[in-house]
């Protein structure tokens, strides 16, 4: 809540008129001895309380709650009325009971239970027509323009805070209401006495305007009646006053309806400790579990909030508080279980909150073993209740100087502790944040102390200007370095920069237009990009896929901007326009992509055969080996077989033999020989073959033939001639 809100003042107007004397109609029972009464004893009739009597033990625990939670500076003015008219002409007299002030000392409910008691119960015998809610109301607006200490204080200081008091209050009337018209009245009478004791407060020092006032109405009817007055949501009436109605039951319904009302207008939550061991009276060695609901701050809830916890809760964890019929409303209560207290009282908890509680049902038996066991120095620690995993323990309940706590315990990762790893966040295992970047975003755009006063020509405040600032900066910011390229380029950092300025000078585009130039240039230099290859195989993308990338997203930067002024759409017009190459360009460019495919192509393609002509060979040497190995292998076993012949005898080989094709040799070959011969039948192909050699008998040649063909000689296979 701010500095006096809403919550500051509540002034609480109970109707003491004859009508609240009427019975509420729900009876209890008194006769309690039904089964040891002995006979001829009369049994008690029921008996059931006055609509005044619920309307008091009503307001009583509102006020009861507010004091439990907020000991100080928050105070409440309880007002009754009893208003008595004298006839004689058109005279009114009332007498309003004022039973406490905005006084501190004031404020606490043994002050209110003395003064009610003085005042007594409503006479039914006293004429209706001579009594009215309006002077309750009237007398509580006039309340609510005095000030309050704190407000005083504030007002009389010499600091800052003087000229920020504001004046804000709330009245709550407890009446029975006649009709929908009746409401409107009294509405519109406190309208009036608002807007008159405003002018009043204008020309007087101890008197405050009212500059926020809210008005609920609550009409009380007996149970088994229909009700004359319809519910009626939150409604501006004027600048100053806002007005709500409630028709309730009463007895039951309206202390719910109450306590539903309390918790939105003093930032209350609810919280119910289930499975509270108790042991019973009657049998003193079994116990049974028990639910207790305990109202605090809701700030006690925050963390729950934050980390959405609290939102996983299903129905069965919610607690409803009496009945879902518009007569009480619905009431959410988060649950946490009861945890064994732990012997050592003096173990210390990290604790990031402590709150006041106060039971919602403080005088149960549950609420108030709860109570006394806290009171004598125990500590009860609470754990969010889960159908899986390990327990949470969030919270702890233990008392300080006579007052209960609920204590956050803090169930997160400790500000103590050291800094997580970046791989630890969100994006799990990404370490290639652009750290660097993100603290320079934060240097750009930090919060200065500046007066609210002063507004820029739009009137715009400072607030909502670095909001402004804050929004255009996070149009498109990429987050990963691997995710951007021109951000990584220095080239691109003047136009980055100034393209989230809110309005650009005819300097600044020029500016811009000189880097998408020099990014031009770049192009058809083809200079290279810092381009990311994470994740990707090979060399990554070509040049020319490298600068679409680039253009695309710079495109996208300054669309993100384009709607800002009439600059910015000049930019993009200028990158526009040169993206848009000429023909011969793109010609270009195409006979450059044909190029690169085909050496990439032609490389590839040598590549190949290199493996191919490799695999030939590799395949044709192991076929050779395998040969040799059978051959060697079947010559020993034909050698050692005892039918066999005897192997011939073998020639020397000559010298010339071994340059034989590997195929017309018999027996094992050396891997020598097929080299050997692989090479020099490759050699042989290169020059014409020496005539001699290729007529020559067992590799030897006759010299001076034609002489002895002249002589009549002839020639034979051993070479000596013969007639």
């Known amino acids: 809540m701010r500095m006096f809100s809403v919550s500051h003042k509540t002034a609480l107007v109970v109707d003491h008129c004859p009508y609240m004397a009427e019975s509420s109609r729900q009876l209890i029972e008194c006769d309690m001895l039904t089964k040891s009464r002995s006979q001829g004893v009369i049994p008690l009739a029921p008996v059931s309380k006055s609509l005044w009597t619920c309307a008091i033990e009503c307001s009583m625990e509102y006020c009861r709650i507010v004091y439990d939670v907020y000991p100080t500076n928050k105070l409440v003015s309880v007002w009754k009325l009893e208003l008595f008219i004298a006839v004689n002409y058109i005279v009114s007299d009332s007498e309003v009971h004022i039973l406490n002030s905005w006084k501190q000392e004031d404020q ?34 006039e309340s609510l323009c005095k000030s309050t200490e704190y407000q005083h204080e504030s007002r ?15 009245i709550i009337c407890l009446t ?18 608002i807007q008159e004791q405003n002018k009043r407060a204008a020309g007087s020092d101890r008197l405050m305007p009212i500059q926020q006032c809210e008005l609920v109405l609550v009409h009380i009817y007996p149970q088994g009646e229909e009700t004359l007055v319809s519910d009626r949501q939150k409604k501006e009436l004027s600048s100053v006053l806002s007005s709500e109605v409630h028709s309730v039951r009463a007895g039951r ?56 916890d609290i939102w996983t809760l299903d129905h069965s964890d919610l607690h409803m508080a009496g009945s879902t019929s518009r007569d009480s409303g619905l009431k959410e209560t988060v649950t946490l279980k009861w945890c064994t207290p732990r012997t050592n009282s003096v173990e210390l908890h990290y604790c990031t909150g402590a709150y006041r509680i106060s039971p919602v049902d403080v005088n149960s038996r549950p609420s108030s073993c709860l109570t006394n066991f806290l009171l004598n120095g125990r500590s009860v620690l609470l754990e ?66 500046f007066p609210e006063s002063m507004v820029d020509a ?20 990429p987050m990963i370095i691997s995710q951007t390229t021109i951000f990584n380029m220095q080239a691109v950092v003047p136009l980055a920069n100034l393209i989230v300025k809110d309005t650009l000078t005819d300097e600044d585009v020029l500016t811009c237009q000189k880097t998408v130039y020099n990014l031009v240039d770049m192009e058809r230099k083809s200079d290279p990009l810092p381009i990311s290859t994470v994740g990707s195989r090979g060399k990554g993308p070509k040049r020319d896929e490298q600068y679409r990338i680039m253009w695309n997203e710079l495109e996208t930067l300054v669309k993100a901007h384009v709607g800002t002024s009439e600059r910015h759409q000049r930019v993009l017009d200028c990158i526009s326009t040169c993206r848009s190459k000429p023909p011969e360009e793109e010609e270009r460019k195409k006979r450059g ?43 020993e076993i034909i050698k050692d077989s005892p039918d066999s012949p005897e192997p011939l005898n073998k020639k020397p080989r000559l010298a010339t033999e071994e340059q034989q094709p590997p195929e017309k040799s018999k027996g094992p070959v050396s891997l020598l020989t097929l080299w050997t011969n692989r090479i020099t039948q490759a050699n042989s192909r290169k020059h014409q073959e020496f005539a001699g050699r290729l007529s020559s008998v067992n590799n030897k040649a006759e010299l001076y033939q034609h002489l002895k063909e002249e002589n009549g000689m002839d020639v034979h296979e051993n070479g000596k001639a013969t007639r």
């Open 176 to 193: 029975n209401a006649k009709s929908d018209t009746h409401v409107r009245m009294l509405e519109d009478c406190v309208l009036e006495t």
């Open 593 to 635: 992509r044909k190029r690169e495919d085909k050496e990439d192509k032609t490389e590839k393609n040598g590549k190949d055969r290199e493996e191919k002509g490799w695999t030939a060979d590799s395949e044709r040497l192991k076929g050779v080996m395998e040969r040799e190995k059978d051959e060697q292998s079947e010559c």
């Open 384 to 449: 969010q209740p889960r159908k899986s995993g390990s327990k949470v323990i969030s919270h702890m309940l233990s008392s300080h100087g006579g007052e209960i706590f609920l204590h956050v315990l803090n169930s997160t990762r400790s500000t103590l502790e050291d800094p997580p790893s970046i791989s630890e966040g969100c994006g799990g295992r990404v370490t290639d944040y652009r750290i660097t970047d993100f603290g320079e975003f934060m240097r750009e755009n930090r919060l200065t102390p």
């Open 108 to 141: 606490n409910t043994q002050q209110l239970m003395t003064a009610l008691a003085a005042v007594g119960p409503p006479n039914p015998r006293q004429d209706p027509e001579c009594c009215s809610v309006l002077h309750g109301l009237v007398a509580a607006v």
């Open 253 to 308: 319904y309206l202390a719910c309806k109450l306590n539903v009302l309390v918790q939105p207008h003093f930032d209350l939550a609810s919280t119910t400790i289930t499975n509270i061991p108790m042991k019973e009276e009657q049998h003193a060695n079994t116990s049974a579990n028990y639910d207790v609901e305990l109202l605090h701050h809701r700030d006690a809830h925050m963390e729950f909030i934050k980390s959405g």
């Open 156 to 170: 009389t200081t010499l600091m800052d805070t003087a000229e920020r008091v504001a004046n804000r209050g709330r």
């Open 458 to 477: 739009a009137c715009r405040t400072p607030v909502e200007r670095a909001k402004s600032q804050l929004e255009r900066h996070t149009r498109y910011w």
